[in-house]
């Protein structure tokens, strides 16, 4: 076994374990090695690294199977820099000097950290005994596996491990857990058409609204409240963003790349929404799914939010265009 395999073995066995105690600790090598690894990639810039009062993440905080003098100056391109001089992220490929190794392990069952995180959530929602903090944690670890192994999104197009997710999208749950959810949510979704119709399938844009109108109970602090919905509002501008220019009525032959996936993830994934909309008015591609325009999406949000809060929406995304022109086609 390799140094990354023996160290991945360690951090699957500690998040696995029933000692919420030793979950924890995993979570911290996990983000400790994500933080080693970035710094590996990028070691002409300085990182200032918080240190964590754990025991087990200091025994094995040691990992570095990649030696800085493997790095070159090329494993950036000029063109993930922006002309402002913002470093923009691109995802590691298998080649990557830094991240193929640990790119090839997330490919695998036995190594894939993403696959233990759905056991541990699932634990959570039946115990109902799991610290607020290691569920934090817990979401946090999972985006940057998102992040850096997007193909471990596909696990997502399954119907139990989605509802999973979903089922903690209730205004009854932990604030600081819905704060971290709602973020891990957009790292399921991004450019994952079949995750999003198996999110739509499952009712989740509805849950996402009702967090957005519920009036929380006197014992739940305001602001932290707010901090919720200002969450929920940054996730309805993500989820309006189109996933095709093609107008209403489209031809439903038009050809699409599927994802691919290095990861079996069954033939659960189909994810044909359970809302209203005329299926028939998005189009719909060779890989079996079908993409929506915001039109669609705006449809799908009048259902249960006030038209004036959907417009309001729309007009703001459309106005300051956080994510630019949206001219995209997932």
Known sequence: MTDLEVYL????????????TQVQDGFQLIESLFGKLCIL????????????PSSNVSQHSQFSSVSTSTVSSDDFSPSSVS????????????KDTVFGEYISLQNRFDYNIVNTILLVLL???????HPTDTMTSCLKVLQGCLLLHPKSRDLF??????????DFLKPSA???????LIPALVSVLVRNVGNLRMFEKLEGPKRMCLLLTHKPKQNVNPQSWKEVQVKVLEFLFFYLIPETQK??????????????SGIDVGASGSGSSD???????????ADGHVRRTMQDKRKILNQYLNVDITEGLINELLESKPFGNMNTEW
């Open 174 to 180: 932990p604030v600081q857990l819905l704060a971290n």
């Open 123 to 129: 634990r959570a929602q039946h115990t109902r005994d």
């Open 275 to 285: 809302t209203n909309l005329d299926k028939s008015s998005s189009a719909v591609y």
């Open 41 to 52: 990639a990028n070691p002409n810039k300085s990182i200032t690294q918080k240190k964590r």
């Open 157 to 166: 197009q399954r119907e139990l491990n989605m509802t999973i997710l979903i």
């Open 247 to 260: 107008p209403q009525g489209s031809n439903s032959a038009t050809v699409a790349k599927s994802s691919g």
């Open 9 to 20: 073995s360690h951090c699957i066995s500690q998040i696995s374990s029933s000692d919420y």
């Open 83 to 94: 002309s402002s001089g913002i470093r923009k992220w691109r995802v590691p490929s298998l």
